[in-house]
């Protein structure tokens, strides 16, 4: 069927028969849920190789319907509400989760237009010219599920929970809506669709005099908007190192902490949704969307680009971004909070706004409508900028810090005994003899200055 | 593009509105009941818990300051997408306009960082 | 063509999937509206006047304002109402409304002025909008929602633009002169400042030892010693009362063999 091989673009959508609108909607649906139990025994699984485990391996094949069984044996567990919670916003709090996860995958593409029983369509829920900013908004509704989780169970562990998760929420929605305005400005559209179809070819590049071709994915042509999402998309989710929110160690679960039942398996799914909703959203803005990766791309004219294969290498991006995010999991310790808020607000946030403004510069001046004497001009004042900034940036000279002697010579009498500080421990007076003995010839000056070292240690009060 | 295009997004909302409702509701007529009065108690660690959140539920006042912050943000975030979108037809005229406006948002930002608005403790 | 004969001419033409939504969402949104009056808890209140910005935004989205729909929902009720949530649990959870009118005469004032401020601004936008010609939404989105307002917003009302950041300072300023708790150096201890502050010379870093660890006798009213050999207090609780052992306790038990 290589007529149909031709991606779709926003004319295609809102065409559908209400048949094939329905079938797509459970299809999406059902395909959310098999992936969020595969994805739990995914993490399961890979966590546990990496610590020399073998995971789950006793329910169903190799265990790969553990999470399934949990999943089931969560609604007959008995479900504990605390007197102190505001009974209401208690309940609504996990089905805001739920819905704004689910809500925030229907515009990602999965593949090109195809034929399913005779209609042709295209291989997404659907699209609109302001899809991405669906998903943030989705991402944006997703918060108030946290906050009122914490806020309504009326206890201190969640509350705390709450609070620091909405605040590192919104911390990192910022970073992440500001690493898709290079891609918006790229690809010139806000649609998903349309995004992937700007990704499939490269453009030609002339470096120095020599012709290639750069790939068109913007994980290599906006390097540092792709580092921003990833490191970002990471905060969002309140995934390791950033799981700041449900910190065993410090708030027990965090927000959801008075949350049983299946309530509680709501969050759960809610999270490993967003997760899967994150890694999509990068495959689709960043890394090419359903398209083939290059060597299999250019097989035979494209056939992988065509019919049902894109489902294949969609899912293959999403498995290994997953994988990303599992072994960052099972890799990195957890973050204290002020290092966290302090990275977003001060190192992500300023680094996104110049690459943001540098990439407009170099478009500027690339751009064929620019004569030479603005283009010049915007170099000048650029450089001129840079100068300004090197020479009049305050400069500090730390005071020279004090060294180990000093250090050691400071503390008060009945400080607590340190090891040598030059890590030489002093050899046993048996082994000094031997030394002694068998080098007759480096006796004499070296074990002198040996013998007023340390090893008083001896004549302390026991 | 018509507006049918954003039936399916419906869809999927509704569909998901329903299954978590159907199943929050459900788990609590499926699930055993064993009372005891101390299961109804807010979890600490099994010491007696405090009779309420610290501060009686209350927020620090830093998390205002975090909020606000975020809303400036947030609207210069949704002044650049449109800009971003059109970026090729406004030309240099809309870099020079853009520049002006994050140079402008760079100070109150700049200004915030000075005084220790973004520092945590 | 007027405004008013745009909009009456534009009437007959709604779809009806266009009508089906806004009856189910204006009730909703007029719903929201009356329980954010109502509801007695500030928290609720506030959960109410999300669900009438949500309605609003799928307004604008069923005006053909795509864009407008989701700047509404992600900046007002993501960013602005969440502002208002904080502000609320900033109070605490318990408040609610004080049915005592302290200045009296109160509620006729706000119905009062709120009525004339509507009527203001009604007037307002009449005469404003009076003879503007009505291009319609099929002109307006020709080359997209979100080009559209980009052309307007960066061109025609580039001053209006430009001055939105003036305001963004103005909010930065407010907040922090509002919320900023101004802290001078060394006025707290920061994390690592405190590290230093246990490891510096003089401050014993670790844990008091237990009772015992470094004593020469194991029992409770023994001092403790630091590795060091010197004696010390606080190695055990302020609780255990330091006391001698009764005969009979200090008696075997005759559970050793």
């Known amino acids: 069927m290589t007529f149909l091989a031709q991606s779709p673009t926003l004319q295609d959508f809102g065409h559908d028969v209400w048949w094939l609108v329905l079938l797509k909607v459970v299809g999406v649906f059902a395909m959310l849920l098999l992936l969020t139990l595969f994805t739990i025994n995914y993490e399961r699984k890979v966590v546990a190789r990496m610590a020399q485990r073998p995971g789950p391996n006793q329910v169903g094949p190799n265990g790969w319907l553990q999470s399934l069984t949990d999943g089931l044996k969560l609604p007959f567990k008995e479900e504990i509400i605390p007197l102190t919670a505001d009974k209401v916003v208690y309940f609504l709090a996990p089905v805001i989760s739920a819905v704004c996860a689910f809500t925030a995958f229907s515009v990602i593409p999965f593949g090109p237009m195809v034929s399913i029983f005779g209609e042709r369509t295209p291989l997404q829920l659907t699209d609109t010219s302001v899809a991405v900013l669906l998903v943030l908004a989705c991402g944006g509704m997703a918060i108030y599920g946290i906050v009122l989780a914490g806020w309504a169970s009326g206890s201190t562990y969640p509350l705390l929970g709450g609070l620091r998760s909405s605040a590192q929420m919104i911390s990192y929605e910022v970073a992440m809506g500001l690493s898709f305005v290079a891609v918006f400005m790229t690809a010139g559209t806000m649609s998903t669709s349309e995004i992937v179809r700007a990704q499939a070819n490269g453009n030609p590049v002339n470096l120095l005099g020599l012709e290639f071709t750069a790939p068109g994915w913007y994980a290599v042509l906006l390097l540092p908007s792709f580092i921003i999402y990833a490191i970002s998309a990471v905060g969002e989710t309140n995934r390791a190192p950033f799981d700041l929110p449900e910190a065993e160690s410090e708030l027990v679960g965090g927000f959801h902490t008075e949350y049983s039942s299946f309530k509680f398996a709501m969050f759960f799914l809610a999270e490993y949704i967003n997760m899967i909703t994150v890694s999509a959203v990068c495959t689709t803005l960043f890394l090419g969307g359903w398209r083939a990766p290059w060597p299999i791309s250019a097989i035979n004219d494209g056939m992988f680009n065509q019919g049902w294969w894109p489902m294949l290498w969609f899912f293959a991006k999403v498995l290994v971004l997953l994988f990303g995010f599992i072994w960052l999991r099972a890799t990195l310790p957890r973050l204290r909070y002020d290092q966290f808020m302090r990275f977003g607000w001060k190192v992500l946030i300023p680094v996104n706004l110049v690459w943001i403004l540098a990439l407009a510069g170099i478009k500027t001046l690339q751009n064929k409508a620019t004569d030479d004497g603005t283009r010049y001009t915007i170099i000048g004042a650029l450089i001129l900028a840079v100068l300004l900034i090197t020479l009049l940036w305050p400069s500090r000279t730390p005071a020279p810090a004090p060294n180990l002697e000093e250090q050691l010579a400071r503390r008060p009498k009945g400080s607590y005994p340190v090891p040598p500080l030059d890590l030489q421990v002093p050899p046993s007076p048996r082994t000094r003899r031997d030394v002694a003995e068998r080098q007759p010839a480096m006796a004499g000056g070296g074990a002198a200055t040996d013998e007023t070292g340390p090893a008083n240690s001896d004549e302390k009060e026991v | ?121 | 063509m007027t405004t008013a004969q745009t909009v009456l001419a534009a009437g007959g033409a709604v779809s009806t999937g266009e009508a089906v939504t806004f009856w189910i969402l204006a009730p909703l949104a007029l719903l929201g509206a009356i329980g954010m009056v109502w509801a007695r808890n500030a928290v609720h209140s506030a959960l109410w006047l999300v669900l009438t910005m949500l309605c609003l935004g799928v307004f604008y989205v069923l005006q053909a304002g795509p864009f407008i729909g989701m700047v509404q929902i992600i900046v007002y009720t993501g960013a602005i109402m969440m502002l208002f949530l904080f502000v609320l649990m900033l109070v605490g959870r318990d408040s609610s409304d004080s049915l005592i009118e302290t200045l009296r005469g109160q509620r006729v004032a706000a119905v009062a002025l709120g009525l004339g401020f509507a009527a203001l601004i009604g007037t307002g936008l009449f005469r404003a909008l009076e003879g503007t010609s009505a291009v319609g939404l099929d002109a307006a989105n020709a080359n997209g929602n979100v080009q559209g307002i980009a052309k307007l917003l960066f061109t025609k009302y580039v001053f209006a633009f430009e001055v939105t950041s003036a305001l963004l300072i103005t909010a930065a300023v407010g907040a922090m002169v509002l919320a900023h708790v101004e802290r001078r150096k060394g006025e707290r201890l920061s994390q690592v400042e405190q590290m230093k502050a246990r490891f510096a010379p003089g401050n014993y870093p670790g844990p008091k030892p237990g009772p015992g660890v470094f004593a020469t006798s194991s029992s409770v009213a023994t001092p403790g010693r630091l590795p060091d050999g010197t004696l010390t207090d606080g190695v055990h609780s302020q609780i255990l009362p330091t006391r001698e052992l009764t005969s009979s306790e200090a008696a075997p038990k005759g559970t050793e063999k």
């Open chain 2, 1 to 121: 593009m018509s507006l049918s295009a954003w039936v399916p997004i419906v869809g999927l909302l509704v569909l998901g509105a329903l299954f978590s409702l159907f199943s929050v509701a459900i788990a609590p007529i499926v699930g055993p009941k064993r009372y005891n009065r101390a299961k109804l108690e807010a979890y600490e660690c099994g010491i007696e818990p405090t009779p309420q959140p610290i501060g009686g539920g209350r927020f620090p006042i830093k998390f205002y300051l975090t909020a606000m912050l975020f809303i400036i943000f947030d609207i210069e975030v949704i002044f650049l997408y449109p800009w971003a979108v059109s970026f090729n037809a406004l030309g240099l005229f809309g870099f020079v306009e853009m520049l002006l406006f994050i140079g402008t948002v760079f100070i109150a930002y700049a200004y915030v960082w000075r005084r220790g608005g973004l520092d945590w403790d």
